[in-house]
C-alpha cells in the first residue's frame, strides 16, 4: 500500500459494531476504498447491540446519497417507512397535541417570512394554525404520503421527508457496504487496551489474545465507552439534572393497521412514550426517570399502551444524559453513544453518528495528530450536542403540567443559559438565534414553541409595509388548497405497498445496490 503523505494514518480500528461501527465503517470505507488506509472493525455477536427500530431526520438521506446507496433499495432492506415529523401529545397539557414536521411551514408573502405574516394575522384575530400551512402536517395528520419533490408546483413540495428503520438491519445492510469495500471484520470480545507512554492508544487486546494495532481508534462500544471513556478518561459532562429521564423499556409489537407517516411521542405520567411504526412491525418505547417510576411501574406503562401483540419481552436500557467534553481525545474518535447521549426525542442519534463521522473526514489528522485539528472537531461536535440539548430541553421546560412528581420536578429543572437566550429573543419578536450548520431549522424552533404555547409579544414592524389583505388573502387560500392537495394523495400504506415494498421480516434480506 502506498502513502503519497509521508506520516499518512495507516490503519483505523473501529472498536463496536452497531449503527455506529457500521455507519463509520461504511463512511471511511467510502472514501479509502481505493486504498491509502487499512479499516478493520472489532465486534462481539456475544454482546449485541441497542437496535430496537430507530426514527432518522431528514440528514440521514443525504448520507445514503454520499455513500452512493439506492434509496429504494435501502427502505426495502430495512423494513422502513416513512417520516413527516413527530406528534406530540399530552407534552403542553394532557388532552392537548401539536405536530413538528418536516420540511417548511407556509412560503414567504412579499418580502417578508411567512411565520412572521402569520403572527401579524393572528395578532389581528385570524383563526388558523401554524401547522395548516406545514405540509409535512397535513399529510402526517391525513396519514398520506408522496416524495414531496415529486409534487413540484404544488404547496407539497416544502414538506420535507426522513425513516423509520429497524436499526439492526441498518447496521446489517452497512456492514455488508463496507466489507464490499475492504473494511475487516475481526469477531471477538476486547479484554485490554494497551496504551503508548504519552497516553495515546497503541492497539486492543482480544480475549482469545490477538493483538489489533491501529494508528486512529474510533470507539463505538457504546455506553461502555471502553477506549475514551475506560481508558483515557475523558470527563463526561453530565447533563441529567436538565433531562430527568434515565431509563427506557423498550419492545416491538405487530403493526395494527397502516403505518403511520410519523413518530408518536405521547408523555406519560414519569416520562413518555414513543411508538415508530415500520412496515411489518412497530418499535415501541416508554422513555422513564427512574426516581420516580419503577421498572415493574414503566414495564405495565408500555405494555398497558401498546397496539398490536408484543414480538419480544420488553427490554431495559439505562442511560445516563449528557456528552464527553471532548470527543476527539489523542487518537481517539468516539462515535456514537461512547461520547454522549441526549434522550431520543427527537431521533438524533443517528445523525450525531453521521456528523461525528463527516467531521473527522473534513478534519482528518495525519499520525502527529495535530491539537488544532482535534479542537476544532471538538468544538463543532460539542456544539451540535449542546444544540440537540436545548431544543430537547424546550419540549419540557414549558410544559403546563404538574400532574405528577415527574412533571413538577421538571418544572423545576434548571434550563441551560444558551436556550433562556434563545427564548428570551424568540418571545420579544420572533426573531430566531442563528447558528452555523445548525441541526435544527426555523420551522423546527417555531413549531416546539408554538405547541408548547411560546407566543412572541410581537411581530416585528416590518410586516407593517405590506396590507394586511394581502397577508389574509394568502392564509385564507393557502390552507384549504393544501388540504385539498394533500386529500388527493395515495395513503402511507398504499405509497408504500406500490414503490417499495419490504418483505416479510423472516425472509432474507437482498444484497445492497447503489446507484450507478
Given at each position: 500500500?502506498?502513502?503519497?503523505?509521508?506520516?499518512?494514518?495507516?490503519?483505523?480500528?473501529?472498536?463496536?459494531?452497531?449503527?455506529?461501527?457500521?455507519?463509520?465503517?461504511?463512511?471511511?470505507?467510502?472514501?479509502?476504498?481505493?486504498?491509502?488506509?487499512?479499516?478493520?472493525?472489532?465486534?462481539?455477536?456475544?454482546?449485541?447491540?441497542?437496535?430496537?427500530?430507530?426514527?432518522?431526520?431528514?440528514?440521514?438521506?443525504?448520507?445514503?446519497?454520499?455513500?452512493?446507496?439506492?434509496?429504494?433499495?435501502?427502505?426495502?432492506?430495512?423494513?422502513?417507512?416513512?417520516?413527516?415529523?413527530?406528534?406530540?401529545?399530552?407534552?403542553?397539557?394532557?388532552?392537548?397535541?401539536?405536530?413538528?414536521?418536516?420540511?417548511?411551514?407556509?412560503?414567504?408573502?412579499?418580502?417578508?417570512?411567512?411565520?412572521?405574516?402569520?403572527?401579524?394575522?393572528?395578532?389581528?384575530?385570524?383563526?388558523?394554525?401554524?401547522?395548516?400551512?406545514?405540509?409535512?402536517?397535513?399529510?402526517?395528520?391525513?396519514?398520506?404520503?408522496?416524495?414531496?419533490?415529486?409534487?413540484?408546483?404544488?404547496?407539497?413540495?416544502?414538506?420535507?421527508?426522513?425513516?423509520?428503520?429497524?436499526?439492526?438491519?441498518?447496521?446489517?445492510?452497512?456492514?455488508?457496504?463496507?466489507?464490499?469495500?475492504?473494511?475487516?471484520?475481526?469477531?471477538?470480545?476486547?479484554?485490554?487496551?494497551?496504551?503508548?507512554?504519552?497516553?495515546?492508544?497503541?492497539?486492543?487486546?482480544?480475549?482469545?489474545?490477538?493483538?489489533?494495532?491501529?494508528?486512529?481508534?474510533?470507539?463505538?462500544?457504546?455506553?461502555?465507552?471502553?477506549?475514551?471513556?475506560?481508558?483515557?478518561?475523558t470527563p463526561f459532562e453530565d447533563w441529567s439534572?436538565?433531562?430527568?429521564?434515565?431509563?427506557?423499556?423498550?419492545?416491538?409489537?405487530?403493526?395494527?393497521?397502516?403505518?403511520?407517516?410519523?413518530?408518536?411521542s405521547k408523555a406519560e405520567a414519569g416520562g413518555?412514550?414513543?411508538?415508530?411504526?415500520?412496515?411489518?412491525?412497530?418499535?415501541?418505547?416508554?422513555?422513564?426517570?427512574?426516581?420516580?417510576?419503577?421498572?415493574?411501574?414503566?414495564?405495565?406503562?408500555?405494555?398497558?399502551?401498546?397496539?398490536?401483540?408484543?414480538?419480544?419481552?420488553?427490554?431495559?436500557?439505562?442511560?445516563?444524559?449528557?456528552?464527553?467534553?471532548?470527543?476527539?481525545?489523542?487518537?481517539?474518535?468516539?462515535?456514537?453513544?461512547?461520547?454522549?447521549?441526549?434522550?431520543?426525542?427527537?431521533?438524533?442519534?443517528?445523525?450525531?453518528?453521521?456528523?461525528?463521522?463527516?467531521?473527522?473526514?473534513?478534519?482528518?489528522?495525519?499520525?502527529?495528530?495535530?491539537?488544532?485539528?482535534?479542537?476544532?472537531?471538538?468544538?463543532?461536535?460539542?456544539?451540535?450536542?449542546?444544540?440537540?440539548?436545548?431544543?430537547?430541553?424546550?419540549?419540557?421546560?414549558?410544559?403546563?403540567?404538574?400532574?405528577?412528581?415527574?412533571?413538577?420536578?421538571?418544572?423545576?429543572?434548571?434550563?441551560?443559559?444558551?436556550?433562556?437566550?434563545?427564548?428570551?429573543?424568540?418571545?420579544?419578536?420572533?426573531?430566531?438565534?442563528?447558528?452555523?450548520?445548525?441541526?435544527?431549522?426555523?420551522?423546527?424552533?417555531?413549531?416546539?414553541?408554538?405547541?408548547?404555547?411560546?407566543?412572541?409579544?410581537?411581530?416585528?414592524?416590518?410586516?407593517?409595509?405590506?396590507?394586511?389583505?394581502?397577508?389574509?388573502?394568502?392564509?385564507?387560500?393557502?390552507?384549504?388548497?393544501?388540504?385539498?392537495?394533500?386529500?388527493?394523495?395515495?395513503?402511507?400504506?398504499?405509497?408504500?405497498?406500490?414503490?417499495?415494498?419490504?418483505?416479510?421480516?423472516?425472509?432474507?434480506?437482498?444484497?445492497?445496490?447503489?446507484?450507478?
Amino acid at each position: 500500500m502506498t502513502h503519497t503523505h509521508p506520516n499518512a494514518i495507516r490503519k483505523i480500528v473501529i472498536v463496536g459494531g452497531g449503527s455506529a461501527g457500521w455507519i463509520t465503517a461504511a463512511m471511511l470505507s467510502h472514501y479509502f476504498q481505493r486504498g491509502g488506509c487499512a479499516i478493520e472493525l472489532v465486534e462481539s455477536e456475544e454482546i449485541g447491540t441497542i437496535g430496537v427500530g430507530e426514527s432518522t431526520i431528514p440528514p440521514f438521506l443525504q448520507l445514503l446519497a454520499s455513500l452512493g446507496i439506492d434509496e429504494q433499495a435501502f427502505i426495502q432492506a430495512t423494513q422502513a417507512s416513512f417520516k413527516l415529523g413527530i406528534r406530540f401529545e399530552d407534552w403542553k397539557a394532557t388532552g392537548e397535541r401539536y405536530h413538528h414536521p418536516f420540511g417548511a411551514i407556509g412560503g414567504p408573502i412579499g418580502p417578508h417570512e411567512f411565520y412572521q405574516c402569520w403572527l401579524r394575522a393572528k395578532a389581528a384575530g385570524h383563526p388558523s394554525e401554524l401547522q395548516d400551512f406545514a405540509p409535512g402536517s397535513i399529510m402526517a395528520q391525513q396519514g398520506k404520503f408522496i416524495l414531496p419533490f415529486k409534487a413540484q408546483r404544488t404547496l407539497i413540495a416544502g414538506a420535507s421527508y426522513a425513516l423509520h428503520v429497524d436499526a439492526r438491519l441498518v447496521a446489517r445492510y452497512l456492514r455488508d457496504y463496507a466489507e464490499a469495500r475492504g473494511v475487516k471484520r475481526t469477531e471477538g470480545i476486547v479484554s485490554d487496551v494497551i496504551t503508548h507512554a504519552d497516553g495515546s492508544v497503541a492497539k486492543v487486546r482480544m480475549k482469545d489474545g490477538r493483538e489489533i494495532e491501529g494508528d486512529l481508534f474510533v470507539d463505538c462500544t457504546g455506553f461502555r465507552s471502553l477506549l475514551i471513556g475506560k481508558t483515557l478518561e475523558t470527563p463526561f459532562e453530565d447533563w441529567s439534572d436538565m433531562l430527568l429521564c434515565d431509563r427506557a423499556v423498550v419492545v416491538q409489537t405487530e403493526n395494527v393497521g397502516a403505518p403511520h407517516p410519523y413518530t408518536l411521542s405521547k408523555a406519560e405520567a414519569g416520562g413518555w412514550r414513543w411508538r415508530i411504526p415500520l412496515q411489518h412491525r412497530a418499535g415501541n418505547g416508554y422513555v422513564f426517570c427512574s426516581r420516580f417510576v419503577s421498572d415493574d411501574e414503566a414495564r405495565a406503562t408500555l405494555l398497558g399502551g401498546i397496539e398490536g401483540r408484543p414480538l419480544m419481552e420488553p427490554m431495559f436500557i439505562p442511560f445516563k444524559t449528557g456528552v464527553r467534553q471532548r470527543l476527539w481525545e489523542k487518537n481517539v474518535v468516539a462515535v456514537g453513544l461512547s461520547g454522549g447521549f441526549i434522550e431520543p426525542l427527537e431521533s438524533t442519534a443517528l445523525h450525531l453518528i453521521y456528523r461525528g463521522v463527516d467531521f473527522l473526514l473534513r478534519f482528518f489528522p495525519d499520525r502527529d495528530f495535530d491539537p488544532a485539528l482535534r479542537a476544532e472537531y471538538n468544538r463543532r461536535m460539542v456544539a451540535d450536542y449542546e444544540e440537540i440539548r436545548d431544543f430537547i430541553v424546550l419540549h419540557y421546560c414549558k410544559t403546563q403540567r404538574d400532574d405528577t412528581p415527574f412533571w413538577r420536578a421538571v418544572r423545576e429543572a434548571p434550563i441551560p443559559e444558551s436556550l433562556k437566550a434563545r427564548m428570551a429573543l424568540f418571545e420579544h419578536s420572533g426573531v430566531l438565534r442563528e447558528g452555523v450548520d445548525d441541526m435544527f431549522r426555523d420551522p423546527s424552533w417555531q413549531s416546539v414553541m408554538e405547541g408548547m404555547g411560546v407566543r412572541p409579544r410581537r411581530y416585528q414592524q416590518l410586516v407593517d409595509t405590506i396590507p394586511y389583505e394581502v397577508i389574509s388573502q394568502t392564509l385564507d387560500q393557502s390552507a384549504p388548497m393544501l388540504a385539498a392537495q394533500v386529500a388527493g394523495l395515495p395513503s402511507h400504506g398504499e405509497f408504500l405497498a406500490k414503490n417499495c415494498p419490504a418483505p416479510p421480516p423472516e425472509a432474507p434480506m437482498a444484497p445492497f445496490k447503489t446507484v450507478a
